[in-house]
C-alpha cells in the first residue's frame, strides 16, 4: 500500500520561503509520479507541481513558476517543494499525491494515492 507523508508547513511572512516534505513508501514499480496540490478555504482542490520518479520530468502550475521548485532524492523516498517568495495568496492546506505512470498528471482525480495535507500560511 502506498503512504504518502508530508511535513513542513507552517506560518510564515510574504516573501519569506518554505520547503514541504512528502515521505512516500509502498511503490511496487517505479514508475510513478508525485504530485502537490492545495487547496485554500472555499476553493478547489488545484495542482501546484508534480515530478515523474523514473524520469525526473517536473511541471510547475503557472502561479507558482520561478517561485516554488518540486524536487526529490530518491535514496530518501522523499519528495520536496521549495517554497520561495511566498503570497497570502498560497495559503491552503498543501497535500502530495501518487499515481502509478510516467505520463502528465495535472488533475486530482488522476491520482490514487493522498497524503493528509500540511497547512501553509503566509501573513501579509
Known amino acids: 500500500e502506498v503512504q504518502l507523508v508530508e511535513s513542513g508547513g507552517g506560518l510564515v511572512q510574504a516573501g519569506g520561503s518554505l520547503r514541504l516534505s512528502c515521505a512516500a513508501s509502498g511503490f511496487t514499480s517505479d514508475d510513478y509520479t508525485i504530485g502537490w496540490f492545495r487547496q485554500a478555504p472555499g476553493k478547489e482542490r488545484e495542482g501546484v507541481s508534480w515530478i515523474n520518479h523514473r524520469n525526473g520530468r517536473t511541471y510547475h502550475e503557472d502561479s507558482v513558476k520561478g517561485r516554488f521548485t518540486i524536487s526529490s532524492d530518491n535514496a530518501k523516498n522523499t519528495v520536496y517543494l521549495q517554497m520561495n517568495s511566498l503570497k497570502p495568496e498560497d495559503t491552503a492546506v498543501y497535500y502530495c499525491?501518487?499515481?502509478?505512470?510516467?505520463?502528465?498528471?495535472?488533475?486530482?482525480?488522476?491520482?490514487?494515492?493522498w497524503g493528509q495535507g500540511t497547512q501553509v500560511t503566509v501573513s501579509s
Open positions: 499525491a501518487a499515481t502509478y505512470g510516467t505520463g502528465t498528471y495535472y488533475w486530482p482525480l488522476e491520482y490514487d494515492y
